[in-house]
């Protein structure tokens, strides 16, 4: 027999599954429309990959992830694409998230599938090729894509490999009749898991309150080494840290996950999807939902492709619409109120209880703390509820960080005993939600004042390159200045002509220089002429008397019209007969030198 | 008598000067750089830069408080800002100054595209750069980047920039406290 541990606290709500498990699984058919939401897993949305109007096949991917982590979506049926907008996804915020909406045609046209029957031929990164390329992420409820999950880090060997078949939470059968209905795929999925991570030991861990699937896994298991462990029915074995301790006796650290112990956790259903990827090439596209509550006629589970609307099962199960006084997503512990019927089945889906006022009522008010303790007691996780809930009450989230809030499970235990009814589970959940933000808006404040600073260097450096670059100009005038300054005094002291202004100043000079010289040849000339021009003397004389004539007749017409300017030509009539007189007397002291010298020169 | 005396003053002549040297030898060997009271502020300040509180940026706005400016003058940063700076410097929290703006959801800043004329204004204007764009090419503002400072609001000489408030959506959503405040006997009446 295998041995178990037992975990601390925990608790024994009533179990609600009978209503569930009576009827075999049903087929819940095509419905009008399915709606798939883009992100079922945990990572980044997928992008569609196909376009309003477009036909796809059963099984062809429709959406994919191209950049982070996530897995690809596909078409859980043959039809045409309707629309790619926003619309109701199964969330406790209420708000819509991008879906791929499709009309189904009725054919259920497979695209064409290439099953691998010999897996153990592959290398095994192809077959974790084929699990992501099947869009398969953990199906308990987290949705953690299984191909990342099944590489742990390189450093960290997988010893143990558990297969949660708990399923500990009140209402939820999926698991139990799917070991019931489908072990066989069950088995063949662990096989491959196994094989991939080639673990010392294969466990899979059953609650005792589910003989029948008991039963039929031990069937399914003869002749293997898969051991199955049937466990107490205690809430939350369920729970991965839980389950690993009642199976192994080892505690997952704080922060940790279960590679770090060698153990790693697997789900039900994430066995049967990687079954049929491999051995089917089916991809992910519809799972087990449990329908059930007392507002339907028929509660039981439901083979339903993925975008199938809540409201269609509802009716399938035989909804009364009047006795239903909520809607829960989930099991009656950890599952939240639904705001509308509209939404569709996730990869993540695993019950929905139609309950009836008298079945889950309205929660009690919250009245104040008598810290009686007992939340304390049946803490899975051994935490400090009540500190946790004070802190939280009151904003003093690091605190409450600092009592490990973080390690919480939300499994609701703690809301479940507490006398004075107080939702500790959402004050935790608010807590955890502050912290996280906080968290984001401390590094994007990091990163905020990262750039700021980078901004104000380089702007700095900017200005100095510029004052550089102006001291490097004026730098560069002074010497270009001095340079010149130098050159003129160098062509002033050898004479030559540098350049142009100082070639048009020597020229200047050396013109100057010749006029003087002129002046001084002439001069010369003038000087050693002695013997007066008769010719020049002649032509003075004709001028002047030329000039006396103009002058005299000028005089004359004014005269004639009584100007006033006759005063003043009267002076220039005698001014100009004075030097024609001059030049008569001039010429007549000529022509006797001249007749003086020609007799001298004609006696000798 | 007097020996005495002489000994126990030369004795704690002594140690005061052992401890002294001790104690500057201290200080010089493990001085710290700059004023680690200034990285603590600004550490807890939002960095939008907005210059809202009247000082040019996030880090001068610390080190004024550490100079003895008061702590409520942040409006990016709101309620919290102002508890966590009363926690750190061990003050009453006061309530947010209302002359250097009010409290409001997170915003950035949005360009309309086809109405950028390409002046490089608001660029300039950013104070992490966080507008990419180059002269008469159209600009946009790099989301994840934005503060939501409005600094590039009024620079742009077309109007084409909005401050849009960021609706929560299904990725940022996180849940709410649970409502308190009715009692027992106001629940049964309201559902009566």
């Known amino acids: ?604 | 008598m007097l020996t005495g005396i002489l000994i126990a003053v030369a004795v704690l002549l002594a140690l005061a000067l052992v401890f002294g040297g001790l104690l500057g030898f201290a200080s010089e060997r493990f001085k710290v750089e700059g004023n680690p009271l200034v990285d603590q502020i600004d550490a807890l300040l939002p960095q939008t830069q907005c210059g809202q509180c009247g000082f040019p940026g996030c880090r001068p706005y610390a080190e004024a408080i550490a100079q003895g400016e008061a702590i409520n003058k942040c409006a990016p940063g709101g309620e919290s800002t102002i508890k966590a700076l009363a926690d750190l410097l061990d003050i009453e929290p006061q309530p947010l100054d209302a002359e250097h703006g009010v409290e409001q959801a997170r915003r950035v800043a949005v360009i309309r595209e086809d109405e950028c004329i390409g002046c490089t204004k608001c660029i300039q204007a950013c104070p992490v750069d966080a507008i990419l764009g180059a002269a008469k090419h159209v600009h946009t503002v790099i989301e994840s980047e934005c503060t939501g400072c409005d600094l590039c609001v009024e620079p742009c000489p077309v109007d084409c920039i909005d401050m849009v408030t960021l609706e929560p959506d299904i990725r940022t959503w996180t849940w709410t406290p649970p409502s308190s405040g009715i009692i027992a006997t106001d629940r049964q009446g309201a559902s009566a």
Request: charged residues 25%; aromatic residues 4%.
């Open chain 1, 1 to 604: 027999m295998t041995q178990l541990w037992d975990f601390s606290g925990g608790i024994h709500p009533a179990e609600n599954k009978q209503q569930s498990t009576s009827r075999p699984i049903r087929t819940a058919g095509i419905p009008e429309r399915l709606v798939v939401p883009l992100q079922q897993h945990i990572g980044e949305p997928a992008e569609p990959l196909v376009e309003v109007g477009e036909r796809v096949l059963k099984g062809q991917k429709i959406a994919d992830v191209t950049m982070g982590m996530g897995v690809p979506v596909h078409a859980p049926t043959s039809g045409v694409v309707e629309r790619i907008a926003e619309m109701p996804v199964p969330h406790p915020s209420g708000l819509n998230d991008w879906c791929i909406t499709l009309k189904p045609d009725g054919e259920d046209q497979w695209r064409e599938r290439h099953p691998v029957t010999d897996y153990r031929s592959l290398d095994p990164e192809a077959v974790l090729g084929i699990i992501h390329e099947a869009g398969i992420s953990g199906m308990g409820g987290a949705g953690f894509p299984t191909d990342i999950k099944l590489r742990p880090p390189k450093d960290r060997k997988v010893d143990t490999l558990i297969l949660n078949g708990a399923e500990c939470e009140p209402y939820i059968t999926a698991d139990d009749m799917t070991m019931r209905e489908k072990a066989a795929e069950v088995v063949s999925g662990l096989k491959v898991m196994a094989w991939i991570l080639s673990p010392e030991r294969c466990v899979i861990g059953i609650e005792d309150n589910k003989p029948q699937a008991i039963e039929s896994m031990q069937k399914a298991c003869e002749g293997t080494q898969i051991e199955i462990a049937v466990i107490p029915t205690k809430y939350p074995s369920g729970g991965e840290k839980q389950l690993i301790r009642v199976l192994t006796g080892l505690e997952v650290p704080s922060a940790g996950i279960p590679a770090d112990i060698g153990v790693m956790c697997q789900n039900i259903g994430t066995a049967v999807a990687v079954s049929r990827a491999v051995f089917e090439d089916s991809p992910l596209i519809s799972r087990i939902v449990t329908i059930t509550g007392e507002a339907v006629r028929e509660p039981g589970n439901f083979e339903a492709l993925i975008g199938t609307p809540i409201d269609y099962l509802l009716e399938q199960a035989g909804l009364e619409p009047q006795r239903v006084n909520r809607l829960v997503l989930g099991g009656s512990m950890m599952g939240y109120t639904l705001t509308t019927t509209a939404v569709p089945v996730t990869k993540t889906t695993n019950c929905v209880i139609a309950a009836t006022g008298a079945e889950l009522p309205a929660p009690p008010t919250e009245r104040p703390c008598i810290r009686c303790g007992q939340c304390a007691e049946v803490c899975p996780m051994e935490l400090l509820p009540q500190q946790l809930f004070w802190y939280s009450k009151s904003g003093e989230f690091e605190k409450a960080e600092h009592l490990n809030l973080f390690d919480c499970i939300e499994c609701g235990a703690c809301s479940y005993v507490c006398p004075s009814s107080i939702p500790l589970v959402q004050y935790y959940r608010y807590a955890k939600g502050e912290i996280r933000v906080q968290r984001a808006e401390q590094i994007k404040a990091d990163r905020a004042r990262e750039r700021f600073e980078a901004r104000q260097a380089r702007l700095e450096r900017e200005q100095q390159e510029k004052e550089q670059r102006r001291k490097e100009r004026a730098k560069a005038a002074a010497e270009a200045q001095a340079k010149k300054q130098a050159e003129a005094e160098k062509a002033a002291a050898t004479g030559e002509a540098v350049d142009e202004r100082a070639a048009r100043a020597a020229q200047v000079r050396q013109a100057l220089e010749r006029k003087k010289a002129k002046a001084a040849t002439k001069a010369e000339t003038t000087a050693s002429e002695d013997k007066p021009d008769i010719e020049a003397l002649e032509k003075q004389l004709a001028q002047a008397k030329a000039k006396l004539a103009t002058m005299q007749s000028m005089l004359d017409d004014a005269k004639a019209q009584q100007a006033d300017n006759v005063d003043k030509l009267e002076r220039a009539v005698a001014k100009n007969h004075d030097r024609v007189q001059r030049a008569e007397q001039a010429l007549a002291d000529a022509r006797k030198a001249l007749a003086g010298t020609t007799e001298s020169q004609t006696s000798d």
